[in-house]
């Protein structure tokens, strides 16, 4: 079982930067891939970023790649997204999931856990 926790979130002017952290319970964080998904207002959550369980590879979506990045520290069980020139688009609830697998995965149904979410807001 791994319990995930988002925090960061707030209110930003586009063009700036935020960081959003997540934290795990559990003592094996290090054997999940992470993803960070979003959710804007009547849309579908879609995926943003993931990373392996060692931290040696990443993907993200187009809309964020260059913008923003994902990193990991096992050894704090927490998985961060740094975002940066913040567009009002990126406005969403952005929540942190963990699949039980080495390899990166994008895919919703792919992810065993989720955190409840931040609110990321983009004024223009």
């Known amino acids: 079982q791994v319990h995930l926790v988002e925090s960061g979130g707030g209110l930003v002017q586009a063009g700036g930067s935020v960081r959003l952290s997540c934290a795990a319970s559990?003592?094996?964080?290090?054997?999940?891939?992470m993803g960070w998904f979003r959710q804007a207002p009547g849309k579908e959550r879609e995926f943003v970023a993931a990373?392996?369980?060692?931290?040696?590879?990443?993907y993200f979506t187009d809309a964020v790649k260059d913008r923003f990045t994902i990193s990991r520290d096992n050894a704090k069980n927490t998985v961060y997204l740094q975002m940066n020139s913040l567009k009002p688009d990126d406005t969403a609830v952005y929540y942190c999931?963990?699949?039980?697998?080495?390899?990166?995965?994008?895919?919703?149904?792919?992810?065993?856990?989720w955190g409840q979410g931040t609110q990321v807001t983009v004024s223009s």
């Open positions: 999931a963990a699949a039980q697998t080495s390899g990166i995965v994008h895919g919703p149904g792919q992810y065993d856990y």
């Open positions: 990373i392996t369980w060692s931290g040696d590879g990443t």
């Open positions: 559990g003592r094996t964080f290090g054997r999940y891939s």
